[in-house]
């Protein structure tokens, strides 16, 4: 899996309410049964910084640059018509084989096992994972966890 889809196309994907476009992007996701909600795993352009810790661009790399899987959390308000996002780089020893969708419910497949979230938990989740600042591996793993909480 290499492919890359652009925001837009997600958030349109879901207000039109149709799986097309993303599937033909050849990226790993789930959405919602009331397509409200969108998780996906692309690669994104990344570099390690100085002190340790990792930055992203929101594009896909370039042959030859550095990158991470990361972890792509959309949501669409139909009564509000609008759209957020916001993301995490997936740690390094965990692979994505694969996403499922079931309710509420989405998990993550990975080597590792499976990490179950929901998504009814983006708006806290997105407080809690947002951050402006390079993270290191350590801090990155322990976020990508946070998805499986309550």
């Not at 030859?64 to 509000?80: A, C, D, I, K, T």
Request: aromatic share 12%.
């Amino acid at each position: 899996m290499s492919g890359w889809i652009e925001n837009e196309q997600v958030e349109r994907a879901l207000k039109e309410r149709s799986v097309q476009e993303i599937e033909q992007a050849d990226v790993k996701f789930s959405i919602s049964d009331d397509f409200s909600y969108c998780v996906l795993v692309r690669r994104h352009s990344a570099w390690e910084v100085g002190d340790g810790g990792w930055r992203d661009a929101n594009q896909p790399p370039k042959e030859g640059e550095s990158w991470r899987w990361v972890l792509n959390f959309y949501h669409y308000s139909r009564e509000q018509e609008q759209s957020s996002w916001f993301k995490i780089f997936v740690p390094l020893k965990y692979e994505v084989l694969g996403m499922e969708a079931a309710g509420d419910s989405y998990s993550i497949i990975t080597v590792n096992g499976a990490i179950t979230g929901k998504f009814s938990s983006h708006s806290s989740l997105m407080w809690s994972l947002m951050t402006g600042n390079a993270e290191t591996e350590a801090e990155i793993e322990r976020k990508f966890l946070l998805v499986a909480q309550p």
